[in-house]
């Protein structure tokens, strides 16, 4: 979390980004969400069917919006047990685990998005929220 005043998300995605590289050594992907969308993320509740056991909500993060034909490819991929909804530059998969089998791997999103992402749950997105409000940050959200 921090504050800045720059208006240019994509200008300070890239700057951070060249930051990380220069001092770790190594490209490190960045995507920055304001305090609002972070809120709406954590408030979503993508899916119809409530949520059984075994199953959980994750919330992949994108720097950019999918275009209809890597929206269509993602779509494909789901199954009675990988669901998807796509909002912006978040994908919300919805994932169950079948007895005696893992979740769903990353590969194939890697494949069909062909970017950099990466994933949160919805409660790691919810405790950031409740643990920052935007009152005790004091954040501008005009980025």
Not at 69 to 85: H, I
Request: proline share 5%.
């Amino acid at each position: 979390m921090f504050e800045t005043r720059a208006k240019d998300v994509r200008s300070l995605e890239k700057t951070l980004e060249s930051g990380l590289r220069q001092a770790l050594g190594f490209s490190v992907p960045v995507f920055i969400r304001t305090h609002a969308e972070l809120k709406e993320i954590a408030a979503s509740e993508p899916f119809d069917k409530p949520l059984i056991l075994n199953a959980e909500v994750n919330i992949v993060l994108l720097a950019h919006n999918l275009d209809q034909k890597d929206r269509a490819k993602l779509m494909a991929l789901a199954t009675e047990t990988d669901r998807f909804r796509v909002h912006g530059r978040e994908v919300y998969w919805w994932r169950r685990k079948k007895p005696g089998t893992s979740l769903f791997s990353t590969v194939p999103l890697a494949k069909v998005l062909g970017e950099p992402f990466t994933i949160r749950s919805t409660n790691t997105i919810r405790r950031l929220v409740a643990k920052w409000p935007l009152e005790a940050l004091n954040i501008h959200t005009n980025l």
